[in-house]
């Protein structure tokens, strides 16, 4: 899809030019959001483009949906985070993916998603990390779910 935020991320991640990709599983992609308002802020992408869970054969379903939950509990182990959101919404971006979102005590509404939030808040360029900031949550990040992967404890899903 051509003008897919996330087939273009896809696209960059195979040429080896996002600096917010963390690791690649089986099914997915995993990445870090461009903002980090809320800190560890992670997108796990479905590696072929399709709108729908309902859409996916079977397995792949049950599979993308335990390593989603697989790089969740790498998020909450890095990060450690009061709570975790979970979204998958795809209104703009109709490309399978999930917001995994670390919540904290500290948050504005923190018993309210963080659409709530305005986005002048969450998303200004202040809340964009810079290249030493990211790689430093990318090298948490990947060590947690690298951690995971050794343990076998998501050996159900098909593809670990």
């Known amino acids: 899809m051509s003008?897919?935020?996330?087939?273009?991320?896809?696209a960059d991640i195979k040429r080896k030019k996002d600096p917010f990709f963390v690791a690649e599983l089986k099914t997915g992609y995993v990445v870090m959001s461009w903002y980090q308002y809320f800190e560890g802020y992670t997108i796990f992408v479905l590696k072929n483009h399709s709108a729908e869970l309902h859409e996916l054969k079977s397995d792949l379903k049950d599979e993308f949906l335990c390593e989603m939950s697989l790089v969740a509990e790498a998020v909450y182990r890095a990060f450690k985070p009061k709570r975790l959101n979970y979204a998958k919404l795809g209104n703009s971006d109709p490309h399978l993916?999930?917001?995994i979102i670390p919540r904290y005590g500290t948050d504005p509404k923190p018993e309210r998603n963080i659409w709530a939030i305005s986005k002048r808040v969450w998303q200004s360029d202040k809340h964009r990390p810079?290249?030493?900031k990211l790689n430093s949550l990318r090298k948490k990040l990947r060590e947690e779910i690298e951690i995971l992967l050794a343990s076998k404890k998501y050996k159900n899903c098909h593809g670990i």
């Open 130 to 132: 810079t290249l030493e």
């Open 97 to 99: 993916h999930w917001h």
């Open 3 to 10: 003008n897919c935020t996330f087939c273009k991320e896809i």
